[in-house]
C-alpha cells in the first residue's frame, strides 16, 4: 500500500490549490490523516490534521485559509489552500493510519507534492 498525493503546482499570490492522498492499494479503513510541509532548510512540520470523526486542527500559520477534509468511503484526504502566499512554497506530504485489518494500522507517508507559491 502506498499514499499518492496530488494536486501540486505553480500558483500565484492569493490564488487557490487542492491537493488530494489517496492509498493506491485496498485497505479496511483509516484512522487519522494529515498534511506537513518541508520547506527548503526547514524542519518538516504539520500544516492540519483530521480524525476519522471529522475533528481538524491547524498550523497557527494556515488558520482560516487552507481546509482539511476527508473522504471515509475511500480514505482520500484533502487540503483546500486558498489565499496562498509565498511562505507557503514548500513539498507538502501527506500522512495517514492506514487500517489493513481492524486491528492493525501502520502509519504511511506519500511521496510529497510540490506547492510554489510565485508571481
Known amino acids: 500500500v502506498q499514499l499518492q498525493a496530488s494536486g501540486g503546482g505553480l500558483v500565484q499570490p492569493g490564488g487557490s490549490l487542492r491537493l488530494s492522498c489517496a492509498p493506491s492499494?485496498?485497505?479496511?479503513?483509516?484512522?487519522?490523516m494529515a498534511w506537513y510541509r518541508q520547506a527548503p532548510g526547514k524542519q518538516r512540520e504539520l500544516v492540519a490534521d483530521?480524525?476519522?470523526?471529522?475533528?481538524?486542527n491547524y498550523a497557527d500559520s494556515v488558520k482560516g485559509r487552507f481546509t482539511i477534509s476527508r473522504a471515509n468511503l475511500n480514505n482520500t484526504v484533502y487540503l483546500q489552500m486558498n489565499s496562498l502566499k509565498p511562505e507557503d512554497t514548500a513539498v507538502y506530504y501527506c500522512?495517514?493510519?492506514?487500517?489493513?485489518?481492524?486491528?492493525?494500522?501502520?502509519?504511511?507517508w506519500g511521496q510529497g507534492t510540490q506547492v510554489t507559491v510565485s508571481s
Open positions: 483530521i480524525t476519522r470523526g471529522g475533528r481538524t
Open positions: 500522512n495517514a493510519d492506514l487500517c489493513r485489518t481492524p486491528w492493525t494500522c501502520p502509519n504511511y
Open positions: 492499494g485496498s485497505i479496511f479503513s483509516s484512522n487519522g
